[in-house]
């Protein structure tokens, strides 16, 4: 059974940092496509940024471009989101996601992902 756990989640001001881990289980970790999703209140779950196998190819979207790294630790079946220069707009629950691949093409489509977890509050006061 597929597990997907996030942690690193907590309340930060505006401008600081936040380091987000997704710790994985039940699957070969080097065979998935791992990404990082939010949703802020009252709006819809989008795509922050995703990864590929090996960590060689990454995609962000627009609003995290420049401030927000993701990586994965093959060895220790982990994926990361570095968020740093935080604004209040960042504020959200975020979602690690997983999907199936034999290639290094990236999704920002949820529908695509097959794994979730159950998400980290991360909250940007102002």
Not at 26 to 42: D, E, I, K
Request: aromatic share 12%.
């Amino acid at each position: 059974q597929v597990h997907l756990v996030e942690s690193g989640g907590g309340l930060v001001q505006a401008g600081g940092s936040l380091r987000l881990s997704c710790a994985a289980s039940g699957l070969t970790f080097s065979s998935y496509v791992m990404a990082w999703f939010r949703r802020a209140p009252g709006k819809e779950r989008e795509f922050v940024a995703a990864i590929s196998r090996s960590g060689g190819n990454t995609l962000y979207a627009d609003s995290v471009k420049g401030r927000f790294t993701i990586s994965r630790d093959n060895a220790k079946n982990t994926m990361y989101l570095q968020m740093n220069n935080l604004k209040p707009e960042d504020a959200a629950v975020y979602y690690c996601a997983a999907r199936p691949s034999v290639t290094a093409y990236l999704t920002q489509v949820e529908s695509r992902y097959n794994y979730w977890g159950q998400g980290t509050q991360v909250t940007v006061s102002s």
